[in-house]
């Protein structure tokens, strides 16, 4: 794809990077003046149709995600997904141990906020993962991820978990 190639009134700027189902590109948004990613599905990719199943897939799941550490999904045009453009950089080691557990804690409200909705990312790794200029972390990639039947902590009983008994919480244990 050219850079100068537009997609609705999305204006190609430059390539960000690529991946087995396509590229994502740097673009700018016309009607609303701002910077964009979009992730674009390679020729290939678009004539599969399990492949364009699991590129739906990932926009709708995307769609049904809020949250700070999740990259945001703008909307679907033409075989390419529209998403917020993070500012930042792929998360990258070795790093200090109080970076280290600031961007745990974030990736894990991130993760949790998806497993609360049933959604399960299954492709969690450093490259899907970028970091803000400001320290936030980004969770990216949905492609892989797996819905399942969503429990609310806040309705779900803990004496009915397979792997958990009240017994094992008491004070004094020491699980894990």
Known sequence: MSPQ???AHYRIVSKLGEGGMGAVYRAIDSKLNREVAIKVLSEGVAQDAGRMLRFDREAQVLASLNHPNIASIYGVEQGAI??????????????????AL???RQIASGLEAAHEKGIVHR?????????????????????LAKETDAVSPSTANPSMS??????????GMILG
Do not use: H
């Not at 397979?162 to 004070?171: C, G, I, Q, R, V």
């Open 102 to 104: 600031i961007y745990v």
């Open 5 to 7: 190639r537009s997609i």
């Open 123 to 143: 492709d969690l790794k450093p490259a899907n993962i970028m970091v803000t200029r400001e320290g936030v972390i980004k969770i990216l990639d949905f492609g």
């Open 82 to 99: 529209i998403m917020e453009l993070v500012d930042g950089e792929r998360l990258r080691g070795p790093l200090p141990v109080e970076t």
């Open 162 to 171: 397979p792997t958990l008994s009240l017994e094992m919480t008491k004070a």
